[in-house]
């Protein structure tokens, strides 16, 4: 079965710091990997995704991410942080790129201060 | 992109009563939806898979009987909790998988549900 961890509930940064958000993931096969963010009461917001190729991925809002399958890691990235980035952000895998059903990990909650 | 749709975003009812929550895919057809749970400060756990025009598939642990859904169209699937008891108040957000492509899932906006 697949599973994902995000090992840092709760991170903070300051305005204009770089971020990275890590994700480690569990599956037996070649991984469909998603970043999602959501803001306070809202749903969620597609950041990025990685099906295949290229294994550093550019998505929306600055955001990027890396996969690295020796690591079984797909950590999300940003040079400089907005204070409208303060939100939980969740990593997920999926079979089949979404076919199946997707598995989130608990989220990491972004802190951005002054 | 492909828009998904919650009604409503929020709604209050009394214990013992039965709350429909609504999902569309707005910009194509799905013939696959799934609905999540995410309760205060947590992750989303999936809790059915809805396919249109046949019975749902719920996860272990999520009771069907008290969860119906329904996906009687392409374009929607209800969430009916019935007998809501104040332990069922939670965020429910529903996903829309486009057959197109790579079959991604598009999320709705969800909805708040208070069981007083």
């Known amino acids: 079965a697949q599973s994902v961890t995000q090992p840092d509930i709760h991170i903070t940064v300051s305005e204009g710091a770089s971020l990275e958000l890590r994700c480690n993931y569990s599956y037996g096969a070649t991984p469909y990997l998603f970043w999602y963010v959501q803001s306070p009461g809202q749903g969620l917001q597609l950041l990025l995704k990685y099906f295949s190729g290229d294994t550093l991925v550019q998505g929306i809002k600055g955001f990027e991410a890396e996969f690295k399958r020796s690591q079984s890691s797909f950590n999300l990235r940003k040079p400089s942080v907005h204070w409208s980035d303060a939100a939980e952000y969740f990593c997920?895998?999926?079979?089949?790129?979404?076919?199946?059903?997707?598995?989130f990990g608990t989220g990491t909650k972004l802190q951005v201060i002054p | 992109g492909a828009v998904v749709s919650q009604h409503p975003s929020r709604v209050i009812c009394k214990s013992g009563t039965s709350v429909k929550i609504e999902c569309r895919s707005l910009?194509?057809?799905?013939?696959?939806m799934f609905w999540y749970r995410q309760f205060p400060k947590q992750s989303l756990m999936l809790m059915a898979t809805s396919n249109e025009g046949s019975k749902a598939t719920y996860e272990q642990g999520v009771e069907k009987d008290k969860f119906l859904i329904n996906h009687a169209s392409l374009t929607l699937s209800t969430l009916t909790v019935t007998s809501a008891h104040p332990e069922d108040s939670s965020f429910y957000i529903c996903?829309?998988?486009?057959?197109?492509?790579?079959?991604?899932?598009?999320f709705g906006p969800g909805t708040r549900l208070t069981v007083t």
């Open positions: 997920a895998v999926g079979a089949g790129g979404g076919y199946q059903k997707v598995t």
């Open positions: 996903s829309a998988r486009d057959p197109s492509g790579r079959g991604e899932q598009y």
């Open positions: 910009d194509f057809q799905a013939t696959t």
